[in-house]
């Protein structure tokens, strides 16, 4: 078994320090186009050069300002989508691994021994060791959340202190971060979503780590930020399992492509920890019975135990394990928390707001819109693992038929959905926008 005690790296982020982060500049995004627009056809010799453009700005200026050129507009054809995408999530790992200071599986890297990162004033600092042999497609990761809340942060630490020794999964990145404040809310805050963001970003970086085998799990308070976590960054994980925590105004809906595990001890009635456990499992239930495919879910009241299950919860962690995550299900339903997000799986909005629903699914050639809130515009991201990108693509709104034509795929469309997060696998080739109701 490697296993190795790690710190990581400092980042600052803040106003003014956006491009000191190493991750693509928030100027390569460009406008979404307008779903009225007819788009011009691929043709081969103009998808070619605008790769080779692509290739040569790479090498020569890195990821700065791609969309401000000309060639980032230029229809794609199919493969040479494909070949861009390779090209923009090569450079994109070159450039953060640069910005890191890390070699990857040498944590000796001194950019990588302090053990904390900062986001806008705030710190959070941090474990992890790596445990097993790497996977073919990289190691799994792991974020487990401490207990604690409103309490002396001596408490909080000591808390933090237990997580590092709560679990052990036999392969992967198990990385314990210590809340950055000591509230009762710890793990509900909205800045602890960014540090997620980036802790994703840089151990898929230093450590390998496959993008689409990272879950979190959370004991305690540590449970309460499961629930609230999970549904508003559903798309970032595989899967998740909550331990021995509560939901406070927190709902299930947007877990319908999130396999989720709650346990509880059976005799846990602190803040009706129990009872709550159990309207959840059956919200899931009849949430699942109701749309085949979505809402997995694995709900343990274990006997006989109150809030501390004797480590019986650590089952858990095999079936966290089985899972994969899926970027492009077939169905996407977006509840917004009180912390809203732009972007869920392969859509995004441009002015999010806390409590909107989407409902969105897809079937061959057509995307049907069942519930749309009003958040502004919506994009639809797509690529050729989804539908045909050379034939027409049909979106239904309501009982009206918004947008029919054939999608553009495009660098500048691939560069943005990547500058997002930094998340190869989230790269989208053709985006479509589709207006959502007023106010």
């Known amino acids: ?35 009225d627009h007819p788009p011009a056809a691929a043709q081969g010799d103009a998808s070619r050069r605008a790769v080779e453009d692509l290739r040569y700005r790479l090498r020569n200026r890195g ?32 450039e953060m691994l640069e910005h890191l200071g890390g070699v990857v599986g040498q944590p000796e890297s001194p950019r990588i021994q302090e053990g904390l990162i900062r986001i806008h004033g705030r710190t959070m600092r941090y474990w992890y060791a790596v445990r097993g042999h790497k996977p073919p497609a990289g190691r799994s990761l792991f974020i487990s959340l401490h207990g604690g809340g409103g309490a002396p942060p001596t408490v909080n630490t000591a808390q933090w202190e ?31 979503d960014e540090f997620f963001d980036r802790v994703i970003r840089m151990l898929v970086v230093l450590e390998e780590v496959d993008p689409d085998r990272v879950f979190l799990l959370g004991y305690s308070a540590g449970g309460d930020g499961v629930y609230q976590v999970a549904p508003r960054m559903a798309d970032r994980f595989a899967a998740a399992a909550m331990m021995a925590g509560h939901p406070n105004e927190t709902r299930p809906d947007g877990l319908r492509n999130l396999p989720f595990a ?62 994969t995550r899926d970027l492009r299900p077939d169905r996407v339903v977006w509840l917004q928390d009180d912390v809203p997000h732009k972007r869920m799986y392969w859509l995004a909005v441009s002015e999010p707001r806390p409590r909107a629903r989407l409902d969105v699914s897809r079937s061959g050639q057509r995307i049907t819109i069942a519930e749309d809130s009003p958040q502004g515009s919506l994009a639809i991201r797509l690529d050729d693992a ?54």
């Open 1 to 35: 078994m490697d296993a190795r005690r790690s710190a990581g790296i400092v980042l600052m982020v803040g106003a003014g320090l956006a491009m000191t982060t190493g991750f693509i500049p928030l100027s390569l995004a460009q406008p979404i186009r307008a779903a």
């Open 63 to 94: 990821l700065d300002g791609i969309a401000a050129r000309g060639f980032a507009a230029v229809p794609l054809t199919r493969d040479d989508a494909t070949e861009a995408t390779s090209l923009l999530a090569t450079a994109q790992r070159h």
């Open 162 to 192: 237990n997580q590092k020794r709560l679990y052990a999964p036999e392969e992967g990145v198990y990385f314990v971060p210590r809340a950055p404040g000591d509230t009762w809310d710890l793990w509900h805050q909205g800045h602890v």
């Open 262 to 323: 709650i346990w509880v001890g059976a005799d846990d009635s602190g803040y009706e920890r129990n009872a709550i456990a159990k309207k959840w499992g059956d919200s899931l239930a009849a949430l699942a019975a109701g749309d085949p495919g979505g809402y997995r879910h694995d709900i343990r009241l274990v006997p006989g135990k109150g809030h501390w299950m004797d480590r019986e919860d650590a089952a858990a962690i095999s079936w966290l394990a089985s899972h």
């Open 386 to 439: 989804m539908l045909d990108l050379n034939a027409q693509v049909v979106v239904i709104q309501g009982d009206k038929e918004v947008f029919r034509d054939v999608p553009l795929r495009t660098i500048g469309t691939l560069a943005k959905t990547l500058s997002e997060r930094g998340d190869p696998g989230g790269m989208f080739s053709a985006e479509i926008a589709i207006p959502l109701p007023d106010s």
